[in-house]
């Protein structure tokens, strides 16, 4: 997730420009840039957060009545200076800022290469203005070229494009990364999100997908890219406080982090094919394969675990990083992958440390490009969750099980497994953000009703089976952290090997019962807690049948076994933002803990 900027009008552009990336900081923070136009185009950017390289650079001060900018979170190429955006043409004419990932970069460029064009970057977005430089030089405007170049690109882009040669316009074009263009008087906004122009503007309009724009100072023509017929659309006036917008509407990160979901899982479905071939191969090579991790991504390991067992067959041993130096068995033929999401937690890298020092080759999991883990790496995989602002860790929990269902579809191909259920699998999980988002919209009420009678609980107990396990683990640790209510996650079937006696009239049990073989086993396990006089909430795929037998009861729509958990996790994480809220606790500044844990 990137946040991209633009701006055309009669003001000068870098100080609105400016204003308007510190408001998208919150979208990625590792580089940021600006091109403007006067005369010719001028470009500044560097690594860093905006501030530094504005007091460095002079951003400030660039000329001209026409920009854009980009503050970047980097998917391709580690942050540096010239993976910065704007990315320009080898003619230093046309600046391109883009949020997204375009996922047939490597080809596109290779077909530039072979026609003369020379690359600077190690980004995906460079093919974008030296495809639309292609496009010009046989003979087009800059608008047809860029809806040429639309046209060629898979994945998701959100692009703003300016050129020296027609200085008084942006071209900006939308595939799956959102867009919104902001309506002044004498001159138009672009921002990646209203937050960014609600100080200059409350008439926006939305670009959808397929779709793109001509700006110039009192004028949008908005068209389809694919048939270039223009579309008529009334702006809408946004009533938003400016907290309210930072937020994107949300009272808190942590419930804006939660309904992002779908975004980073669709985002991190796009990581690059070879990227996954490459760690599933280092993985099946090695005799030894452990996943070490911490906290929720441990949990995110865990269910990897079960999902390359039953996919393909394929055993890992996955160990809470700050125990790794204690049992770990380490040699030159063992691999590790590291799951971190801030690339950062000192336990973890202790944990990589030792096993490099043993001999052992470690693979990456994080969603910081250029983080300590992956420098530290032989291999660096990536999440692309955005940054998370709240303490809590929900939507990189997402990502990462997204990232590691791939994966698994992508070991069972190697050991030579794949048969209709991961074919299944490979082309279901394109369809999951949208389930989740529908999911999403359809749990928030019905958790809230019932984060109401559980609030002033003392100690609830989470029980799961099979994938639901780290489940139970996730939604207990959520709840540990910003409700404050002791939580304890188990696997079900413990609970008569001693938990059972702390059983007692009244005492909240959640069982979540995803679907899969073990569904059976954990319905005996509730009635061994309903017998005891528990209050039992049951989150359960297609839970007609537990009707009756539970308290209350959370229905989930039906779908595989091992998309569970990314449909299950939302009432869990949900119930404990709600609770908080309802305590009057504030869910994005928990107590006593820290986003990242940089000490042992
Ligand atoms: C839970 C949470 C922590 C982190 C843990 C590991 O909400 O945020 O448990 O998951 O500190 O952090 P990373 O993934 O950055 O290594």
């Known amino acids: 997730m990137c946040g991209i900027v ?15 990336l510190r408001r998208l900081e919150y979208r990625g923070y590792d580089s940021a840039g600006m091109a403007t136009v006067s005369g010719r185009l001028v470009v500044r950017k560097d690594r860093g957060r905006i501030a530094d390289i504005d007091r460095k650079l002079k951003l400030v001060e660039m000329p001209g009545k026409v920009g854009v900018g980009h503050t970047r979170w980097a998917t391709h190429g580690e942050p540096s200076q010239v993976n ?3 990315h320009v043409d080898n003619a230093g004419k046309i600046a391109v800022v883009h949020n997204g990932i375009i996922e047939n970069y490597l080809e596109i460029k290779k077909f530039l290469q072979d026609h003369g064009f020379r690359f600077v970057s190690k980004t995906d977005t460079e093919v974008v203005p030296h495809l639309i430089s292609f496009f010009l030089n046989k003979g087009g405007n800059l608008e047809e070229s860029v809806r040429r170049a639309a046209r060629r690109l898979r994945g998701s882009f959100a692009l703003a494009v300016i050129s020296a040669e027609e200085p008084d316009k942006i071209i900006a074009v939308r595939q799956d990364s959102p867009l919104i263009l902001g309506l002044g008087s004498g001159e138009i906004f672009l921002a ?21 724009a001509v700006l110039t100072s009192d004028r949008v023509v908005i068209r389809k890219f694919g048939s270039g017929a223009e579309v008529r659309r009334e702006p809408m006036v946004v009533k938003w406080t400016a907290e309210m917008a930072e937020k994107g509407g949300y009272p808190h990160f ?35 394969v452990y996943f070490v991790a911490c906290g929720t991504s441990y949990h995110a390991a865990l269910v990897a675990k079960y999902a390359l067992a039953k ?15 204690e049992i770990g ?9 590291a799951i971190t999401q801030s690339g950062e937690t000192a336990d973890t890298l202790k944990a990589v440390e ?3 020092a043993a001999g052992a080759r470690v693979a990456c999991l994080t969603n910081v490009v250029g983080s300590s883990i992956t420098r530290m790496s032989d291999l660096v995989c990536c999440t692309h969750a955005g940054p998370e602002v709240s303490v809590v860790a929900t939507k990189t929990f997402a990502a990462q099980v997204a990232y590691l269902l791939r994966l698994a579809v992508e070991v069972a191909a190697a050991r030579g497994r794949s048969g209709p259920r991961c074919r299944r699998l490979a082309s279901g999980l394109k369809s999951l953000p949208e389930i989740m988002r529908k999911n999403l919209a359809e749990l928030d009420p019905r958790v809230r009703r019932l984060a109401s009678r559980l609030l002033r609980a003392e100690h609830i107990y989470l029980i799961g089976r099979g994938i639901g396990y780290p489940l139970v683990l996730e939604g207990a640790l959520k709840l540990k952290e910003i409700t404050y209510i002791h939580s304890e996650g188990m696997p079900a079937g413990e609970l008569k090997h001693g938990t059972l006696a702390l059983i007692e009239e009244g005492t909240p049990v959640i069982a979540v019962v995803p679907p899969g073989g073990s569904r059976v086993k954990i319905v005996s396990n509730v009635e061994e807690v309903k017998a005891r006089g528990a209050h039992v909430v049951a989150i359960a795929d297609n839970g007609k049948d537990l009707e009756g037998h539970v308290d209350e009861l959370i229905s989930i729509p039906h779908t595989e076994e091992l998309f569970s958990p990314l449909l299950f996790i939302i009432p869990l994480q ?10 009057g606790q504030d869910p994005d500044r928990p107590r006593s803990l820290a986003k990242s844990v940089t000490v042992e």
Do not use: C, W
């Not at 990646?192 to 793109?212: C, F, K, W, Y």
């Not at 996919?311 to 809470?320: M, N, Q, R």
């Not at 949900?574 to 305590?583: E, G, K, Q």
């Open 6 to 20: 633009g701006y055309v009008g009669n003001r000068p552009a870098a100080p609105i420009l400016l204003e308007a």
């Open 84 to 86: 910065a955006h704007p």
């Open 329 to 337: 068995s380490v040699d030159g033929k063992t691999a590790v992958l």
């Open 574 to 583: 949900l119930l404990a933002y709600h609770i908080t809220v309802a305590r």
């Open 354 to 356: 030792a096993a490099r």
């Open 254 to 288: 942590t419930l804006k982090e939660i309904f992002q979901q779908p975004e980073a899982v669709q985002d991190t479905l796009r990581a690059p094919p070879e990227e996954l071939r490459r760690l599933a191969k280092f993985l099946t090579n090695a005799r030894r």
């Open 311 to 325: 996919l393909a067959g394929f055993p890992v041993e996955v160990v809470i990083s700050s125990e790794f130096g």
């Open 192 to 212: 990646s999100d209203i937050p960014a122009m609600l100080q200059h503007t409350n008439r926006v309009l939305i670009l959808e997908n397929g779709e793109m």
